[in-house]
């Protein structure tokens, strides 16, 4: 999302993007421990649910990207903002699988208040996502000089979708 982000806005306009992803992320990680998770992993058919849904839904998103066709103007091009970006965290199931993970490899009982674990682990989250994640959005605004061509942008976009969809293979 963020290397499309870059590559059809730029880094400044791709910038709501990026802060929408690390914190929509760093929220989850605030709340998966408080119980969120486990009710997610003690359900089957919501966690079935969340996983065919959440697949679906990245493979929709892998077509349309892979699919895209003519860029356009500067002026018409606006990417993922704040807070479909953020959103767009509480459904993808591979958001689910890292907050869960990690809620179970780094809070523990013995560790203080849950609240402040939380905070902590959502915090460090936000504050590595977003200098790890503007790579992507600084490499997406690099090769946007490289796609004017339409054969570029169309291997591009086939790439970028293809990615998108082995990626599901680690969901399901």
């Known amino acids: 999302m963020l290397t499309a982000a870059g590559a059809n806005a730029g880094v400044l306009k791709g910038l709501p993007c990026l802060v929408g992803v690390a914190t929509g992320m760093g929220l989850m990680m605030f709340l998966v421990p408080f ?28 077509w349309k990207i892979a699919t895209s066709g003519r860029r356009e103007s500067a002026a018409e091009r606006d ?67 490289f796609l004017h061509n339409p054969r570029r942008l169309r291997v591009f976009n086939v790439g970028l979708g293809a990615l998108l969809a082995v990626s599901i293979v680690l969901i399901v």
């Not at 903002?81 to 490899?105: C, D, E």
């Open 79 to 145: 990417p993922v903002g704040y807070v479909g970006a953020a959103v767009f965290q509480w459904i993808n199931p591979k958001s689910w699988l890292v907050s869960t993970s990690a809620a179970g490899t780094f809070l523990s009982a013995e560790g203080g208040s849950p609240i402040v674990q939380s905070a902590a682990l959502s915090g460090l989250f936000i504050a590595a996502a977003l200098p790890s994640c503007f790579l992507w959005l600084a490499f997406g605004a690099t090769v946007q000089r």
């Open 35 to 62: 119980g969120l998770g486990s009710l997610v992993l003690k359900t089957p058919l919501l966690l079935k649910v969340l996983h065919w849904g959440g697949a679906a839904f990245l493979l929709w998103l892998s």
